[in-house]
């Protein structure tokens, strides 16, 4: 069975650092590309980040550029997210999605979501 | 970037109902769309993608059309497990998400 188990999410003030992991089982993980998407409370879905199964490209929405990074390490099947210079519209819902590899940059399984919270 | 339009925004609807959801792209994104739906607190799940096509699972009753910047969702016979909320995505260039479209019991 596909596993998204998340950690790392809390309340931090803003201009704080976090980082979120997604830990992945059911799969191998080094095959499949991954993502971030997030969704602000009562909001719609927001797609955040992306990264190759080699971790050789990365892709970032132009709201969290140059403020966030993502990584991953397939040795120990995990996936990362370290949010910087964080700021009050980042509080979100954070989730890790695989790509599908039958169906080409579609998210086929998703993680339960971990909540973010950036406020003083 | 590539804008993802959504209509309507809340649509009322009975058990047994035909639906409806459009979805409008800022330009065109040829068949790269996918339809997810999310119930609450729940994570979205993959509904149909490259317009068209089913999800391995998904019930028969949806159905997407479509392609260049204007695309449907349709659920033939709406059932007590589809009142949900339902997303658009566009991934012909990154990921844009359409802002959902919440359907609810009339």
């Known amino acids: 069975e596909v596993q998204l188990v998340k950690s790392g999410g809390g309340l931090i003030q803003p201009g704080g650092s976090l980082r979120l992991s997604c830990a992945a089982s059911g799969f191998t993980f080094s095959s499949y590309e991954m993502n971030w998407v997030r969704q602000a409370p009562g909001k719609g879905l927001e797609w955040v980040s992306y990264i190759s199964s080699s971790g050789v490209t990365i892709h970032y929405a132009d709201s969290v550029k140059g403020r966030f990074t993502i990584s991953r390490d397939n040795a120990k099947n995990s996936l990362y997210l370290q949010m910087n210079s964080l700021r009050a519209e980042d509080t979100a819902v954070y989730y890790c999605?695989?790509?599908?590899?039958?169906?080409?940059?579609?998210?086929?399984?998703w993680g339960q979501g971990t909540l973010v919270t950036v406020s003083s | 970037d590539i804008q993802m339009t959504q209509s309507p925004s809340t649509l009322s609807a009975s058990v047994g109902d035909r639906v409806t959801i459009t979805c409008r792209a800022s330009?065109?994104?040829?068949?790269?769309l996918a339809w997810y739906q999310q119930k609450p607190g729940k994570a979205p799940k993959l509904l149909i993608y490259k317009a068209s096509s089913l999800e391995s699972g998904v019930p028969s009753r949806f159905s997407g059309s479509g392609s260049g910047t204007e695309f449907t969702l349709t659920i033939s016979s709406l059932q007590p497990d589809d009142f949900a909320t339902y997303y658009c995505q566009q991934y012909n260039s990154l990921w844009t998400f359409g802002q959902g479209t919440k359907v609810e019991i009339k």
């Open positions: 999605a695989r790509g599908s590899t039958v169906n080409p940059n579609t998210f086929d399984y």
């Open positions: 330009q065109s994104i040829s068949s790269w």
